[in-house]
């Protein structure tokens, strides 16, 4: 018998795993479950009983749960249940060792679209394709973190997931979700500029995300390291825009770094604007940068 963890609770739990310094308890290489061995699914309170879920629990939050049939829909104390919903595809399954199995992140991915708007569902694959794991004790609220899956993955698994519940909403998020950002706030800033008008964006060609720009031997002298890299950046124009976090940003040494990073940037005749939280959050401030990236030639699309 297995217990399979499933949606936030699964998404969570390879979130922590995949930090590049888990904590403890998360320090785990999950393999794929062949699933010709998934026998007996557990689904009641005393069969949940018998595994060591504790290392899956969220704070407050119900311990999601995958199960065959709808008709077991009674939740635990604790536990939240969800019907499978259909067939999954191969590579759906992880193995979390103590007879525990994990939905992968395209899975859980699919899972949670079923029930959350277009939005949320393509920030959540653009979180889930990036390199950053929420950290309330981290000053910058992020800690790093390998990507769970890729575009390209998530994009492969929709196709064969097509009659699971939430692969249609996830099918139409798929084309704005982008890998490499590094912060929740790097994509909030990156994505009204490529998506379409009909999504209230702006529709210009989709950017690169921390986009690496390698230095010559005398601007390595400058700046101090073998590249540089920009948040969201359009390298066929040569401008990007930098997220201005005042929490990372405000210290003297971080000041300096700054400077003599826009000085190499400069001389490579790359312009950065930096740009806010507030200004993201501004519509009007948002226009300007729309028509700076207009007057740049950077083409819209949609």
Same mark, same amino acid.
């Given at each position: ?121 393509? /920030?959540? @694959? ?12 981290? +000053?910058? &609220?992020?800690?790093? !973190? =390998? ?90 124009? /040569?401008? @990007? ?12 040494? +971080?000041? &300096?770094?700054?400077? !003599? =990073? ?41």
């Amino acid at each position: 018998m297995q217990a399979i963890v499933c949606h936030k609770s699964a998404l969570s739990f390879l979130d922590k795993c995949s930090r590049l310094v888990p904590p403890p308890g998360y320090r785990i290489k999950l393999e794929k479950f062949d699933q010709g061995g998934l026998t007996r699914w557990a689904c009641t309170k005393h069969q949940l009983a018998s595994f060591d879920l504790g290392r899956f629990e969220r704070p407050g939050m119900p311990l999601d749960i995958l199960i065959p049939s709808y008709s077991h829909l009674h939740n635990p104390k604790g536990i939240k249940l969800h019907g499978v919903g259909g067939i999954l595809p191969e590579g759906s399954l992880l193995d979390a060792g103590t007879g525990v199995l994990i939905c992968s992140a395209p899975l859980a991915f699919v899972q949670i679209c079923r029930n959350a708007p277009l939005d949320r569902c393509i /920030k959540l @694959g653009c979180f889930i394709c990036g390199t950053y794991s929420l950290e309330s004790s981290a +000053k910058s &609220g992020t800690v790093k !973190r =390998r990507p769970l899956t890729t575009p390209e993955e998530l994009d492969g698994f929709v196709v064969q997931a097509k009659h699971l519940r939430g692969s249609r909403k996830a099918a139409t998020a798929l084309p704005w979700i982008h890998g490499g950002s590094a912060s929740p706030q790097e994509t909030n800033l990156a994505l009204p500029f490529y998506l379409p008008a009909r999504m209230d964006g702006y529709g210009f060609v989709p950017p690169m995300m921390n986009y690496k720009i390698p230095l010559d031997k005398d601007e390595r002298a400058i700046e101090g390291s073998l590249n540089v890299k920009i948040d969201v950046y359009w390298p066929d124009w /040569k401008i @990007g825009f930098e997220y201005n976090s005042y929490a990372e940003h405000s210290e003297a040494k +971080k000041i &300096g770094e700054d400077e !003599r =990073r826009a000085l190499v940037l400069h001389k490579k005749g790359i312009h950065i604007e930096l740009v806010t939280n507030e200004q993201i959050e501004d519509r009007r401030q948002m226009d300007i940068l729309a028509r700076m990236l207009d007057e740049y030639g950077v083409p819209r699309i949609l």
